[in-house]
T-cell receptor, first 114, second 111 residues
Framework: KAGVTQTPRYLIKTRGQQVTLSCSPI?????VSWYQQTPGQGLQFLFE???????NKGNFPGRFSGRQFSNSRSEMNVSTLELGDSALYLC?????????????FGPGTRLTVL | KQEVTQIPAALSVPEGENLVLNCSFT??????LQWFRQDPGKGLTSLLL?????REQTSGRLNASLDKSSGRSTLYIAASQPGDSATYLC??????????FGQGTRLTINP
């Protein structure tokens, strides 16, 4: 099976712009979670989607939003970009979304905000 | 609020040594604990998942243990190799579906 894929891998934007990141989970996985990784804060949870519904959300401002499609692919959107949004954005998928499931991570999207 | 701490932050050892990475968490009511490996600039690779009812898991040269009552987990790496050089992260899951991560241990294996 193919692993979790994320596109694009690298992105450069300027302050005030918006950006959309995409994640395709492992085939058959219905749960997709998003994480932000920065040197200062480490890995922080953004949100999780399961069967097109947001199940949980981290402590991020409303500029960060997401959605999941019927094929389980997910997108994350960040509006009005700030310099502090520069980070590696990781997406992870799980089969059924049960707490016992292993999470599998994609390679990430490196976002740089200038 | 669940907090996860990993000690040491960095570790450098010669090839062939056995080593232990530590992870501690403040709230023992967890569903499971997962160890990941991250290579520079890359995503996370899952190494081992320990359910709350388990005490340890093994995969090849890796062995992870879990002591919920004391809020601790260890990752034991036997006969270390230069290819083991990476950052190792532990993460716990409690209640909601998110993982709470430690800051990681950056491991360097010297040939």
């Amino acid at each position: 099976k193919a692993g979790v894929t994320q596109t694009p891998r690298y992105l450069i934007k300027t302050r005030g712009q918006q950006v959309t990141l995409s994640c395709s989970p492992i085939s058959g996985h219905r749960s997709v979670s998003w994480y932000q990784q920065t040197p200062g804060q480490g890995l922080q949870f953004l949100f999780e989607y399961f069967s097109e519904t947001q199940r949980n959300k981290g402590n991020f401002p409303g500029r960060f939003s997401g959605r999941q499609f019927s094929n389980s692919r997910s997108e994350m959107n960040v509006s009005t970009l700030e310099l502090g949004d520069s980070a590696l954005y990781l997406c992870a998928s799980r089969q059924q979304g049960a707490s016992t499931d292993t999470q599998y991570f994609g390679p990430g999207t490196r976002l740089t905000v200038l | 609020k669940q907090e996860v701490t990993q000690i040491p932050a960095a570790l450098s050892v010669p090839e062939g040594e056995n080593l232990v990475l530590n992870c501690s968490f403040t709230d023992s009511a967890i569903y499971n604990l997962q160890w990941f490996r991250q290579d520079p600039g890359k995503g996370l690779t899952s190494l081992l998942l320990i359910q709350s009812s388990q005490r340890e898991q093994t995969s090849g040269r890796l062995n992870a243990s879990l002591d919920k009552s004391s809020g601790r987990s260890t990752l034991y790496i036997a006969a270390s190799q230069p290819g083991d050089s990476a950052t190792y992260l532990c993460a716990v899951k409690k209640g909601a579906q998110k993982l709470v991560f430690g800051q990681g241990t950056r491991l360097t294996i010297n040939p």
